[in-house]
């Protein structure tokens, strides 16, 4: 959420619920885990440290700190905001009597989060492993799959989770299906199902790029 005044902010639909059951199922299978949660109505999961956060620049500052506490894994689930306000207005903007409207809100970009991780590790190194999310949807310059290679491109990440958001999947909803791609170029489909079924492939693909993680 980007605060534009005191009662209103720059926001999306998504209900932190993949992120959720990421954080879950690792914790299940013996991880010890961090969640960074922006502005989810969902009870902190068993046995996870917890840090609540309200804009991109909060969860950037969050995330590179539990990064550096060692991390072997960071999987950004998160729906980050990719524009802000310029200004946050400290009054509540009211309406006139000329029936008008307020001046056009300028935005300026975030941070990239997850294109930062990618710029800060070491060169060849294997830890800690970046998985990345994709929402997308098909167009006429390529379906839901060629956007998301481009994107893993772009990004650098080792994985990316594809969502194809043009049906009903993924936002708002329990159950979420999507395509798990590789740097290496191989994916894997998992079919619609509980967002905790998708948490378990990609742990299951985390742990197999990472030699030391038998145990994860
Ligand atoms: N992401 C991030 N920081 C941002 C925006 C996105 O770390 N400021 C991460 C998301 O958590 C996700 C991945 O980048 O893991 C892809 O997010 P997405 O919004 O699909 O990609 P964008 O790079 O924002 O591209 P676009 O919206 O133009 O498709």
Redesign the pocket.
Known sequence: REPLDPVRFLGNRSSGRQGFALASTAAARGARVTLVAANVALPDPAGVDVVRVST?AELAAAVTAAVADHADAVV???????FRPVAVVGTKIKKDDTGGVPEPVALER??????ALVATRPTGAAVPVIV?????TGDDEGDVLHHGRA?LAR?GCDLLVVNDVSGATGFESADNAAVILTAEGDQRAVPLGPKAALAEAVWDLVSARWPVSSSC
């Open positions: 991109a950004m689930a998160a729906a980050v905001a990719d975030t941070e990239d989060v997850l294109a990345g999310f994709a929402a997308e994107k990004k």
